[in-house]
């Protein structure tokens, strides 16, 4: 990766930071094993300087970023999910998952140690087995043995013992610290996994809040637009009874009369399916919402513009890249495991316990013995199963940088498609606002009008409902550029918040001094 591009990416967040100093502690301690070296993909080392279309300048701030909307009800919305939503622990119990199993892995970096305890009792034939074999030794079955001993019928052997076992294979080659590495990257990616998970359930989350609060603000604006042509049609049959008006213009009245009243049930049934979605969201059901959603929600406003920073902040603060990074990782150092899997490997194993025909005679010292064993084994054919496990590795690996150069480079095109509509939202919701201070300014005008007896009543209904017709399209674009900006936000990505208290102290820790960020957490070993 380019120095100045790392350099302008550790300029982010303390969170970013801690993953920067993550990914660069793999490039630079690598460890001496069969992987192949660390390598940036021509994906990331050839990113922009800047983004297309960028307006605004500064870092990125991914924390907590919705409370500029200045809303209060929707930081309340949000606190509720993160606190309540089902996706988001089935993410949790996955990343519980990922950090067991690169326990699991970490475990082959040291010896196995075990207690045993056995009692037999062996009650055999002496013309059998041992026993006999014992009699031939001796001359045979007749033959007289020294001192006048004579053998006994049956041969009765008890014996009690207690041990410590152990075994280790010394990973002189460094495939088991191989494994744990792979094992731990891959625990590091279902965290970042998790935080995408996250980031697309808040996104979710947001995006349905702005449609229940645009939809809320339609509804009371058809209900007032129904109620000033109700007036206009009343006052277009009183006047096509006097003559007028003709019946074209009655006719015309009571058609946008009925198109507006039969769109406002569609409007409504929109409603209730979106503050049922929100419920899902909230764990809930949509009775959940009455004591967080109140009755009047506040209309969206525009915002600050957003400082996107620089595309290589995306390599560190949108949790996709992160993860397609650590897999890819992962698959390098999977490369290391295989190939070590082609040498000898030289193993320990033994017991080491006591041993008595009585049961008190276990606590005597004594009685000790020890099993020792090396056991030194080399492949020699497999019919093609290592190499071919090798083969897969490989394969892995290329599937993992390519997935790795897709996930950068689709970035970098959604940072700056969003920056795009976000400003093309931006002029949209200017142009409508200076149409509704004109729609402001005639209605004004059409009442001063009526009033001083110049201008007609329906003129006025005429100049009002154009207004509302006005404040509906306003609050769909308020509503676009809302979302607009919370797609920028989202293709920024970054730690939106702290992680869950379930999270904390999942952070792998080093093995050896090596470039390993994997293993059991704790440090621990069953």
């Not at 919705?66 to 939503?85: C, I, K, M, R």
């Not at 152990?166 to 590495?181: I, K, M, P, S």
Request: charged residues 20%; contains cysteine.
């Amino acid at each position: 990766m380019h120095e100045t591009r790392i350099a302008t990416a550790t300029r982010a967040t303390g969170s970013r930071a801690a993953h920067g100093a993550g990914i660069a502690t793999v490039l630079l301690l690598a460890a001496c094993s069969f992987a192949p070296p660390p390598a940036v993909p021509e994906a990331a080392a050839e990113l922009p300087e800047d983004f297309a279309g960028d307006g605004g300048a500064g870092s990125y701030e991914a924390r907590e970023w919705w409370t500029a909307f200045e809303d209060p009800v929707l930081n309340t919305v949000v606190d509720s999910v993160l606190a309540a939503n089902f996706d988001l622990a089935e993410a949790v119990a996955r990343v519980q998952q990922a950090r067991a199993q690169a326990g699991i892995a970490r475990a082959a970096l040291f010896p196995s140690i075990g207690a045993s305890a056995s009692a037999t009792d062996s009650d055999s034939p002496s013309n059998a087995g041992f026993g006999q074999q014992f009699r031939e030794l001796a001359g045979g079955e007749d033959s007289p043995l020294p001192g006048g001993f004579q053998f006994p019928d049956r041969l009765g052997i008890t014996t009690y013992s207690l041990g410590t076992d152990f075994a280790y294979e010394l990973d002189f080659w460094g495939r088991a610290r191989n494994d744990a590495r792979a094992a731990g990257m891959d625990y590091l990616a279902s965290e970042s996994d998790y935080d995408a998970a996250r980031i697309g359930v808040l996104a979710t989350t947001i995006t349905t809040y702005f449609e229940i609060v645009d939809l809320r603000r339609r509804t009371a604006l058809a209900r007032e637009s129904v109620d000033v042509l109700l007036e206009r049609e009343e006052l277009a049959e009183t006047r096509y009874d006097r003559g007028l008006v003709t019946s074209f213009e009655l006719y015309q009245v009571r058609q946008e009369l009925r198109n507006t009243q039969a769109g406002l049930p569609q409007i409504e049934s929109a409603l209730v399916n979106a503050e049922g979605r929100l419920a899902v969201l909230l764990g809930g059901f949509r009775g959940k919402l009455e004591a967080i959603l109140p009755d009047s929600l506040a209309p969206m406003t525009a915002g600050d513009p957003v400082a996107a920073g620089v595309p290589a902040d995306l390599l560190l603060q949108r949790p996709d890249v992160r993860a397609s990074w650590l897999r890819l990782e992962g698959a390098r150092y999977a490369i290391g495991a295989r190939r070590a899997e082609l040498l000898p490997s030289l193993s320990f194993s033994g017991t080491i316990g006591v041993q008595a025909s009585e049961v008190d005679g276990l606590f005597s010292v004594d009685q000790w013995f020890r099993n020792l064993l090396g056991n030194l084994t080399a492949p020699i054919f497999q019919g093609g199963r290592i190499r071919n496990n090798l083969a897969i590795a490989q394969a892995r690996f290329n599937q993992a940088a390519a997935a790795y150069g897709r996930t950068v480079v689709t970035a970098v095109h959604e940072v700056e498609a969003a920056l795009a509509t976000l400003d093309n939202e931006g002029r949209r919701h200017e142009f409508l606002s200076s149409q509704r201070e004109e729609a402001l300014a005639s209605v004004a005008l059409q009442s001063q009008r009526y009033a001083s007896g110049v201008g007609g009543y329906t003129d006025y209904l005429d100049a009002l409902r154009s207004l509302l017709n006005v404040e509906s399209t306003l609050a769909g674009a308020r509503r676009d550029l809302a979302l607009a900006r919370l797609a920028v936000h989202r293709a920024l990505g970054g730690e939106w918040t702290a992680p869950p208290e379930v999270l904390e102290g999942l952070q792998m820790t080093p093995v050896n001094g090596s470039d390993e960020t994997n293993g059991n957490p704790d440090g621990g070993n069953e």
